[in-house]
């Protein structure tokens, strides 16, 4: 396939040429039954109206074109590109790092992970590390501002006693505690079962992504007095590859961890290297696809929609399994699989459906847009470093010129426009023309150094600012 612009594929996916991207007839049937996507652009005459609920759903590890709106041809995801159509679909949009809870941190902070301690873990493993529950967060500054706030699902961000969501700002939790569990037993990431409500433990050996879907839709199907932020954090399509009916796979699985006699063991168990397919994998996203309609399903029976700014977007790029094209690199590094996740929002009062935005834009930005749209105030003594995007979405304003960083131990990477400078593992420098190449497979670094020169500086004056890594003992 010859390399195109980023406005050009996007159009590509979302329009009425998929079949140039997914390569079939199911997927250019899709395309052909919705209308054509148009470049985004904001309302003319704004709609004033009370304060937004926000809907803020991760899934975890999925790639940035595991949805059939984004490109997948054997990936049927019917829920979220509806709510594609009814909103904005963001072609450019980033995770703040490329593993699970790092970009927590900068979702929950609106800051890089590296300004706090817990966010060095790449990613949290062990209970010594966490969010410090005196750092402002998404939640507790809603809080402030007269919101309810939950999360349920996934909260990653370190284990009781010393770290919880209910230590963060939000009002109630119900979920895990690590990156990961076994969906059935709920055995997760340190050996030990991990479903609580709230700091008690709580027994539930149903379907994980199930039960999560249970809860959300009973939150908002509340009658609620104020205005609510609940966070909805499923684990899938994140590996043990265990979808509804495979009990017995994962009672394999949880057997392992039971017997495991170090912690290696139970990572080995939950990584589950000797299972999993293509066609596993799509029918997890396809759960999660039909897990997400419900919730929405439940909200617009709530009389809540037209109300409610809905967030969808993957906490990491994908893995193993997942479908990337035409993206280089999956989870764990810093190239456009790592990071590029799929985003879409949505918000009826405010905002025109049926959109596509190529503006880049990563997690911290969100935290900034949604503590905007609310009416909440950051902490000045906690300086974001998102950038609001409701000027944009709203109103109509061009965004400012800004870098988007990144770093991780291994990679490092920023954004500039269309230019991304990314160091790879071996230390070595590169400069890619992300609007002419996309796959990041010509590197411009030699024929250009002034610029690479340039974008290096700016990321190494952003990472002068951070927490330095502690140092790794064998």
Known sequence: MPEISRRAFGGLVGGGAMTAVAGTAGAASAAEAAPAERPFRARTAPAAGKRPNLLVILGDDLGWADLSSYGAPHIRTPNLDRLARQGVRFTD????????SPTRFSLYTGR????????????????????DP?????????????????????????????YSPTKSGWDEFFGNHGGVLEYFSKLGQLGDYDLYEGDAEYKDLRYYTNVLTERAVEYVSRDHDRPWLLNLNFTTPHWPWLAEGDEETGAEIAAKIRAAKSQAEVSNALNHYDGGSVAKYTEMVQSLDAAVGEVLAALRRSGQEDHTLVYFASDNGGERWSYLWPLSGEKFVLQEGGIRVPTIVRWPHRIDGNQVSHEPNFSPDWTATFLEVAGARPDPAYPLDGTSLAGYLLRGEGLPERDLFWRVRANRALRRGNWKYYQDSTGKDHLYDLGADLREQADLAPDKPQLLAELKASWEKTASGLLPYPQQTS
């Open 93 to 100: 949009a980033y995770s703040g790092s490329a593993t699970c």
């Open 112 to 131: 890089y992970p590296g300004r706090t301690k817990g966010g060095l873990a790449e990613p949290i493993a062990n209970r010594t590390q966490g969010l």
């Open 134 to 162: 005196n750092h402002p967060t998404l939640a507790s500054l809603l809080k402030k501002a007269g919101y309810s706030t939950a999360l349920i699902g996934k909260w990653h961000c370190g284990w009781l006693p010393d």
